[in-house]
């Protein structure tokens, strides 16, 4: 397996311990990535053994709205030139009067409502936002019936497709909103391209945000000037298991950079579509990014 195919394996096997997938789904999930049924027993056996695992969170998100959505701007579906002369789809939120651009990353079920809704709040913060579809190759998020099958295909992807795809959507924010600063954020799998964007020496970016994503291995940002804030859930022990080599890594680059690990939280706690919403994490993280946007892109 390649390290994404085991991240998104490991991801499912979580997911199973902790309620959220019944056995067989997970079997199925894990077989679709390349998974046999030996291995995949195995695996969700460990899972289901590791004292690391949590329960989800049962945190009500009908309270009060997610941070940021009561205004969030309409996104527009768009699309736009990729490398090799591919097409590239995403959906677009323009802010009145910019102070900056945002590029998304979807988490790993592809470019979905939550995350075009999470590009419009950042509009309505007044950075003009594009979320990019990494399955656009494959006719986009829109084409699979089954989420579990754009999850698949996303952990057969070469990282380098990924790498230039993302880039591809710089260069249309860079297009869209002339003369700004432009940062990217990303959810689980998201953040782990946020990562793997940074390790790419990719020089555009003013700020990067990774939620909860795995760090690449042996990540050198040494091509990067981005001010990097790297937010982590406390019990999301998984990805914590590489919080501590990002922090080198970003010292060893000298970008500057905050680690934050939200108490109480879990691995996935800013999706309010998600049964790890945790509401009172996801506004403190949300108001924590438009402080580090404000200062480092506007």
């Not at 998104?8 to 902790?18: K, L, W, Y």
């Amino acid at each position: 397996m390649t390290p994404l195919q085991r991240y998104i394996a490991e991801e499912i096997a979580v997911d199973h311990a902790d309620g959220l997938l019944t056995r067989r789904e997970a079997l199925r999930r894990l077989g679709l990535i390349g998974l046999g049924v030996a291995a995949a027993t195995s695996l969700l056996a460990a899972c289901t053994n590791d004292p690391g695992t949590t329960t989800a969170s049962t945190a009500s998100s009908e309270a009060s709205p997610p941070p940021g959505a009561a205004g969030a701007v309409a996104t527009e579906s768009v699309t736009l030139p990729g490398p090799d002369g591919r097409t590239l789809q995403g959906a677009w939120a323009p802010a009145d009067s910019p102070r900056g651009a945002v590029l998304v990353i979807h988490e790993n079920k592809g470019l979905t409502d939550h995350i075009r809704s999470v590009a419009g709040r950042f509009a309505r913060e007044g950075y003009s936002a594009l979320a990019v579809d990494l399955l656009s190759e494959e006719g986009g998020t829109a084409s699979f019936t089954d989420p579990a099958q754009a999850t698949a295909t996303l952990a057969k992807v070469p990282p380098e497709r990924f790498v230039a795809d993302m880039k591809a959507g710089v260069d249309e924010l860079e297009r869209r909103v002339p003369n700004k600063k432009t940062a990217a954020v990303g959810f689980c799998f998201g953040g782990g391209m946020v990562w793997l964007l940074l390790a790419s020496g990719e020089p555009r970016l003013a700020a990067a945000v990774p939620f909860y994503g795995p760090l690449p291995e042996n990540a050198d940002f040494s091509g990067s000037r981005a001010a990097v804030l790297a937010i982590y859930a406390e019990h999301d022990a998984r990805v914590n298991a590489s919080r501590d080599a990002a922090a080198a890594a970003l010292a060893r680059a000298a970008l500057p950079h905050e680690i934050v690990t939200v108490p109480g939280a879990d691995h996935a706690f800013f999706n309010d579509t998600g049964q790890r919403y945790d509401p009172a994490a996801a506004s403190d993280a949300y108001d924590r990014v438009l402080d580090w946007f404000d200062e480092y892109v506007r």
